[in-house]
């Protein structure tokens, strides 16, 4: 008898802590939604980022929801229980400025290439960030640093070789998609390792790194979402799941090469050149610092110049109109022989050139990530709406992009005119490049550090294939498989290149 009263009196204890744990959590969720709760969105949003940015990261149609959101909800949209996303481009200018007291939020741990270390993106405090930019900004932007040119021009020639005796000699179809993040790899690995890593000699995916890469993007999408998930990877079994220096393939072994090569430029026998990482290292990076900064550059700068240049080969080759135009723009360089690759300053000067990479990064902005900052202490307010104290507040990277105020009721469409037709107003030009600029992250304190090398790579790859080839799109219905997970999965772009005569080749 009395055992089962005290079974009765545990069964009450456990009843009741459970319910005080519902009712305690129910209150805590309650408040949550409530701080946002005079924001539009979408209804699951305030209550868990597991019923909705969750499945929105895994769903691969970021772009499709973003413009749909800003669409359905207005410029300020309720993502999360803490988080909003806008398509204001003066409220993300403010945000983004350099006396802004905004700051970075947790989502950016989730960028760390290795659990336990920070990089420039990864790096919370903006001290530390200012630090490390200071010590990388003239690297990057290749002032005092030799080579730059030459090893991308190098690497140019060798896709096009590539192209021209596997593909294009044997009338054979390829995978433009692929060719083109091989080119962008080996261009990032030549410039951060001093060598190509041998994807498009080989004409192959080396240590499997693509086909790794790829399957992580989803899981890594989602990640973004839970800083304190990377706390987890520190420690058994978890920590297994993390790809290590000594790897065979994939992240890992890049993280090898990097190691192995932020070593050989620090101790008695260190290796002196006068390249963007001794640039780093002589403006005060460690050598611990340098290996994750130097992997940084891989991930960084892979696969946002690879989108474009395959965006802009499919968009390009899909518009006879613009197609045309490209052509004479190039045509008009005073001839040079094929084995020689454009010079970036000439490659500037072209007009209809750099038309077509503003269109094409602001038709598909390569780096999709929302980029989320936290509303300082003091809270904050923006065209009467409140935005409370320790709020995270991104970009809608295709709602600023497709913004008929700023681009006119053609938003949708890609045409490269329409920045030349705004030469004619300059208050419009000037906005429109603001706007522009955003795809690099706007402003000055987080702009893309690789912004210069980004628009030279995508200048000179474009210049060249369109010097000498047209594309023939395979499946013009259907062209390619493209996937945002914050950044972009793409692949089968099926083409086939056709040679032609242009008046600047001597
Ligand atoms: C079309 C190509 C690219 C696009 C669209 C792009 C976009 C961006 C954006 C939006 C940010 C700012 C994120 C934020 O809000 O904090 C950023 C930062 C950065 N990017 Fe890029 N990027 C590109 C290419 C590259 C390349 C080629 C490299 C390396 C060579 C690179 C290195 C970096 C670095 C180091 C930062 C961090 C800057 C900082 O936090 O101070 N990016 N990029």
Redesign the pocket.
């Known amino acids: 008898m009395s055992t089962l009263l005290s079974k009765q009196h545990e069964l009450g204890v456990v009843l009741y802590l459970s319910l005080f744990l519902i009712v305690t959590l129910f209150i805590r969720r309650l408040r949550r939604w409530q701080h946002l709760r005079h924001i539009p969105g979408p209804p699951l949003a305030g209550f868990s980022r597991l019923a909705w940015l969750v499945p929105l990261a895994r769903s691969g149609e970021i772009p499709t929801w973003m413009r749909e959101a800003e669409q359905k909800y207005g410029r300020i949209v309720r993502v999360g229980p803490n988080m909003l996303i806008t398509s204001d481009w003066k409220l993300w200018r403010r945000i ?1 400025s350099v006396r802004s007291p905004y700051t ?1 939020s947790e989502r ?1 741990r989730g960028f760390r290439t290795d659990p336990t270390k920070d ?3 990864s ?1 919370l405090d903006e001290e530390e ?1 200012g630090r ?2 200071s010590i ?1 900004v003239h690297g ?1 932007s290749g002032k005092g640093v030799e080579g730059v040119e030459e090893k991308m021009d190098a690497d140019v020639l060798s896709l096009i070789h590539l192209l021209e005796s596997r593909y294009i000699s044997h009338n054979k179809a390829f995978d433009f998609a692929r060719k083109a993040q091989c080119f ?1 790899i080996d261009v ?1 690995a030549h ?2 390792f001093g060598e190509p890593v041998g994807f498009v000699a080989t004409d192959s995916d080396v240590y499997n790194h693509i086909d790794i890469v790829e399957k992580q993007l989803p899981v890594m999408g989602m990640t973004l979402n839970f800083p304190g998930f990377f706390k987890l990877l520190n420690w058994p079994p978890f920590n297994r799941l993390v790809p290590k220096a000594g790897d065979k393939d994939g992240m890992g072994k890049l993280m090898g090469i990097a190691k192995e090569t932020a070593a050989r430029r620090f101790g008695p026998n260190k290796k002196v050149q006068k390249d963007m990482l001794e640039s780093f290292v002589s403006r005060g990076l460690t050598q611990e610092e340098a290996e994750v ?1 130097i992997l ?2 891989i991930m ?3 696969d ?2 690879a ?2 240049i395959r965006t802009a080969v499919l968009l390009v080759s899909t518009n006879p109109r613009v197609l045309r135009k490209l052509q004479a723009d190039i045509d008009s360089v005073a001839p040079f022989p094929k084995a020689q690759v454009i010079q970036d300053e000439k490659a500037r000067s072209l007009p209809y050139l750099s038309a077509i990479v503003k269109e094409t ?1 602001r038709w598909l ?3 999709m ?1 929302i ?1 989320a ?1 936290v509303v300082p202490p003091e809270g904050d307010e923006w065209n009467g709406t409140v935005l409370p104290p320790g709020t995270e507040i991104g ?1 809608n990277a295709i709602g600023l992009m497709r913004d008929p105020e700023v681009w006119g009721n053609d938003a949708d469409q890609f045409r490269p005119d329409r920045w030349l037709d705004a030469e004619a107003d300059p208050d419009k030009l000037r906005d429109m490049d603001t706007v522009g600029e ?5 402003g000055s ?7 210069t ?3 030279m ?2 200048k000179k790859a474009l210049f060249e294939l369109f010097r000498r080839y047209e594309f023939e799109v395979m499946n013009p219905g259907n062209p390619w498989y493209s996937r945002c997970w914050n950044i972009f999965e793409q692949h089968d772009l099926w083409m086939k290149a056709h040679p032609r005569d242009s008046t600047s080749v001597a």
Do not use: N
């Not at 304190?445 to 912004?451: D, E, I, M, N, S």
């Open positions: 983004m970075k950016f990089h420039i993106v790096a960030h490390l930019r990388m990057y962008s990032i410039l951060a900064e940084l550059q960084a700068g892979s946002t110049p989108t474009a990064l902005p390569p780096a990530d980029a900052k970009w955003m795809i690099f992250g706007g304190r987080y702009q893309c550090l690789g912004r090398v980004a628009l790579e995508i």
